[in-house]
């Protein structure tokens, strides 16, 4: 005899399957599991990429890491994200809850910076030539790499709150014109033409 019992998941897209067609089921139920751990469902055929960062502290709050590049880390393409420290007595961690997370603990309200150093698995600082009158081209380089990955930012309906496909067929324009401005902010604030 075989055992027949489902988990919570099979049973959920059992039950979604009844109402919607298999696509929409699936997004029902990679939804909730983002909703409910904080992760995205990541399937073998997306061309997803682990993107590096390094933490950036600029003021020492606890007086033990110092200040500049404390840690570094990589943010995996399901949302989590695992941090090794740098210095004399080094250390890794892991979040569930991703970026989130490690801004939450380790950012100490804005003294710490999470520095990406890749934007969807592309290195941001490619050597670049120098530009006319020797000035670098590297700054728009950067800004272009960052508003590419801000474009590909999954952005919430403003109907059912989703970043999945839905079924609402809203209008996401707004929200996506938000994303891109928080990316660009760094670089319209600073009046150089660099990050702030």
């Known amino acids: 005899m075989t055992d027949n019992t489902m988990t919570a998941v099979e049973a959920l897209l059992a039950f979604a399957r009844r109402a919607v067609d298999a696509e929409a089921a699936q997004a029902l139920v990679d939804e909730a599991t983002r909703e409910l751990t904080g992760r995205t469902v990541v ?6 990429k682990p993107l590096r960062f390094v933490l950036r502290r600029r003021r020492d709050v606890s007086g033990i890491s110092g200040l500049g590049d404390v840690a570094d880390g990589v943010l ?5 994200a695992n ?52 000035t670098s081209t590297a700054a728009p380089l950067v800004v272009r790499r960052v508003l590419e990955h801000a474009l590909k ?18 209008d996401r324009t707004e929200a996506r014109v938000d994303v891109v401005l928080g990316a660009l902010a760094p670089w319209l604030n600073s009046g150089t033409g660099e990050a702030a």
């Open 43 to 48: 399937r073998p055929d997306q061309p997803l």
């Open 76 to 80: 995996w393409p399901d949302g989590t």
């Open 83 to 134: 941090v090794r420290w740098r210095g004399e007595h080094p250390s890794a961690v892991f979040w569930d809850r991703g970026r989130v997370s490690v801004e939450f603990i380790h950012g100490h309200q804005g003294a710490t910076e999470v520095e990406f150093i890749d934007h969807d698995g592309e290195p941001v600082a490619v050597p670049t030539p120098a530009g006319v009158g020797g």
């Open 153 to 170: 930012k999954p952005v919430p309906c403003p109907k059912c709150t989703r970043t999945a496909t839905c079924r609402c067929i809203a």
